[in-house]
């Protein structure tokens, strides 16, 4: 078996080769699967990622859940060592680019409670179908899903090339519930 980075970067390079046309389709593939799921219709608060470059993209799941009523909160990354938070946006345009080239929350004033939220939507590298997850090394994700309540569903976004058989896990590594894929 591959170990993490190999891993990592062996799939991003797959994921990478897709085309604008051909990630669009599958967007909207994981877009009806998301919003048709009882994840989606079952939330009150979701946290979802602001998809950055080749992800899944997240910006039209972002403003249909504005559209239908739901509190959205996005990560803004506080700093490496201090990790990152859940601010509550109520229109996309309130998202700027950041120092990593990510969208963020212009300010930060409008915090949620890890405790409130009741869907997380992960991006990531590379999953398995058991829960397995690789992030993009920082283990932003890790560390914030440690103060979420454990009843709540954490859902992966990704393109089915981004499904593996096993993916490695360390122990503070955090076990998702599920992955939305095309296919």
Known sequence: MLDKKSLRKQVLEKRDALTYKERGYLDKEIFNKL????????????????????????????????????????????SKEKGMVAVKIKDFSEL???????????ICNNLVNPKEIDLVLLPGAVFDGNGGRIGY????????????????????????????????????????DGIITNG
């Open 35 to 78: 919003i048709q799921s009882n994840f989606y219709k079952n939330s009150n608060c979701i946290f979802v990622f602001v998809s950055y470059k080749t992800e899944v993209d997240t910006h039209l799941i972002i403003k249909k859940a504005l559209q239908d009523g739901k509190t959205v909160c996005v990560p803004k990354v506080i």
């Open 96 to 106: 700027l680019v950041s120092t990593y080239g990510i969208l963020e929350p212009k």
């Open 137 to 176: 090394g920082g283990g932003f994700y890790d560390r914030f899903l440690v103060n979420v309540k454990p009843s709540v569903s954490k859902i992966g976004l990704a393109y089915k090339i981004q499904v593996v058989k096993k993916v490695p896990m360390d122990e503070l590594d955090i076990r998702i």
